[in-house]
């Protein structure tokens, strides 16, 4: 597997400019708190041994009316190459205006140039207007156990942050995920899981949710005993 992680794929038409607090400042925080409590669990962050030292995870949310056409459902993203920041402000945001996967290009503003992987947040929330959130964490143990917990899973060969891995998302949406379980797990993209929800927090709930039962197998695997991961 080849670690590119916070490599930018797509085409960026970025506009660099400020981000007005009182547009987008609430919803900016309910992603900061949730970034938070990820940064806090290890779902985000970065660290030298892993994926070449690249920061990894990233949150965002919807803007706008849920009546937004395909392609044009406008979210607010964490920066490139954040992940490690300490203290998240506006200033570490993009706006993503517009996504194209046919032609692997995505249209943002802000302060920060847009996750790499836009164009999969892209790919969710056209999913369904009622996705207003969708969180993508990095975690060892929800991956190693993604099988168990018989988490939808896309194809190993898809790499991340490409319009195959947006595609690749829809189809197991529409195949094999179930409103119970908003949740896949990223194959090919080393220990990738996305989750995705009406709101933030009940799409926060989710991703721990899983995280415990993932921690759950491993101690049963240890015979009723867990060390710290
Ligand atoms: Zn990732």
Redesign the pocket.
Known sequence: MIPQ?GVIKFRAEHTRRELAARRVGETACRLIAWREIMALTGLVGRDPRRYEGAA???VSARLGPPSAGLGRRSFLITGTQTSDKRCLGLDDFAVVERFDFARNRVRSYGPAEPSS?SMTHGAIYDLGPHIRCVL?A?SPILWRRARHLRLPTTAEQVP?GTPEMAYEVQRLYRETVLPERPILA?GG?E??IVVFGRTTEETGQVLLKWLARAYELECAAGDVNLCSL
């Open positions: 992680e990894y995870g990233n992987e993508h990095h991340y990223m993209h220990d990738g």
